[in-house]
């Protein structure tokens, strides 16, 4: 079946760097399904907003996949507090495209929005991917972390109620939107992510990636790679490497621990920087900043265990990158880790946020080599199950079961209600 989608991401591009700004995993969620879905015969247009930042309108991603750029606000970077005044603008835009779609796929609240307006517009269905939730990650909070505010909690029951599918990346994620938003069952699906098994596989091993790195040969390397905020959980691993040293200081020689990934803020980064200084451990640790994807796999390669020590993920594709490369992981066991990482086969999962328990296993890691090659051989076939065409092919039945409820009930929307301007007052938001 040949399909037209048009698919959203109002806070953050598909073309911006992952690990940089709010760039992460959903960046490549939505790049890679698209470039399945077009394998597949589909037509994707990925929008986005304008911010000035010298990019063409529209940008050929690959072949069946174009990256388009809306104008909406000030043509600049924002703070993703000030997106949802945003949304109805950019909403207008979406609307004034000539080209017409068969439906429109959301990512994130924002875009499921704008995904609202645009579906009633257009009358075409909705398939929303939330990606994150606000009530699940005010459920994991590091201490002084600022909670997800109201109206996004108020913002995502609203798409939850009006998408025709919800794609879910696990079954637990499908068991939030159940019972923490209210979603009907028969609306929510799961289709678990996948991984690029072109970019992402052993190459030539570990010692030629560190070789290309310039890592020592013999040295000890759990690897983070990520942003860095409290929810990607980094002072877990700086206290780890901290009670590591403690438990076996002559692990110090041969220890290096690359942190691969860039603030979302400055404070994040004061904040990481100083609990290092105070633990004692800046000698071992390598900042490094976002790299390419084909640079981040020779990382994975480089590392003995990939450590993720999130205290909420919903699904942790860094996690799977990782095993793809021959990489054990070493995650905390919170929304869909478990789904990526085989507990005791691919890695290790860890129960809580205890920097004492994640410095034991490390400590394993260290000690017992084989154990790393044995998990990382177990750790390419476990991610060899998990590719973006499969992915794609499970995303055309959900696109085809929204497409065949719109024919057989009718467009369920009401006719578009009257637009905002701006979502400054709160109680606009009862109205889009």
């Not at 400055?266 to 633990?279: K, M, N, T, W």
């Not at 084989?370 to 177990?378: F, K, L, P, Y």
């Not at 065949?404 to 369920?412: I, M, P, S």
Request: hydrophobic share 45%; aromatic share 4%; with cysteine.
């Amino acid at each position: 079946m040949s399909l037209r989608v048009a698919m959203l991401s109002v806070h953050t591009s598909p073309l911006h760097q992952p690990g940089t700004g709010d760039a992460g995993g959903m960046n490549v969620y939505m790049v890679e399904l698209s470039r399945a879905l077009a394998e597949q015969g589909a037509e994707v247009d990925l929008f986005t907003r304008c911010r000035g930042e010298g990019a063409p309108p529209l940008v050929e991603l690959a072949p069946g996949v174009r990256v388009r750029h809306l104008h909406a606000g000030p043509r600049r970077a924002l703070p993703k507090e000030a997106m949802p005044d945003l949304v109805v603008p950019f909403s207008l835009a979406l609307l004034k495209e000539e080209r017409r779609y068969d439906l429109v796929h959301s990512h994130y609240w924002l875009s499921g929005q704008a995904g609202r307006i645009a579906a009633v517009g257009w009358r075409i269905p909705l398939v929303h991917t939330a990606h994150t939730l606000a009530r699940v990650k005010n459920a994991s909070l590091a201490e002084g972390d600022t909670p997800e505010p109201e109206l996004r909690v108020r913002g995502e029951h609203q798409v939850v109620g009006s998408a025709d599918r919800l794609i879910a990346n696990t079954a637990d994620e499908a068991e939030a939107l159940r019972s923490l938003y209210g979603a009907e069952g028969e609306r929510t699906e799961v289709v678990r992510p996948g991984v690029d098994l072109r970019t992402f596989h052993p190459g030539d091993g570990r010692a030629a990636a560190r070789a290309r790195l310039g890592l020592p040969a013999g040295a000890f390397v759990p690897l983070y790679a990520g942003r860095i905020q409290p929810l990607k959980g980094p002072d877990v691993l700086v206290r780890a490497v901290a009670e590591l040293l403690h438990q076996a200081p002559e692990l110090r020689r041969r220890l290096l621990v690359p942190v691969v990934g860039g603030h979302s803020g400055a404070s994040e980064q004061g904040s990481v920087r100083r609990l290092a200084e105070e633990l004692g451990v800046t000698d071992v640790l390598r900042p490094c900043p976002p790299v390419p994807q084909e640079r981040l796999a020779d990382w994975y390669r480089a590392a003995d265990v990939l450590v993720v020590p999130s205290r909420s993920e919903s699904f942790g594709l860094v996690a799977v990158e990782a095993q793809a490369c021959g990489t054990p992981v070493l995650a905390a066991a919170v929304g869909g880790l478990p789904t990526a990482v085989w507990d005791g086969v691919t890695g290790l999962l860890v129960r809580g946020h205890d920097p004492v328990e994640y410095a034991r296993r490390l400590r394993l890691f260290a000690a017992h080599p084989e154990m790393v090659e044995t998990m990382g051989a177990a750790a390419v076939r476990h991610a060899r199950g998990m590719s973006w065409r499969a992915s794609a092919a499970r995303t055309v039945e959900v696109y085809r079961g929204a497409l065949e409820r719109e024919v057989g009930q009718g467009r369920r929307h009401a006719p578009a209600p009257a637009a905002p301007l701006s979502w400054r007052n709160e109680k606009a938001v009862a109205q889009v």
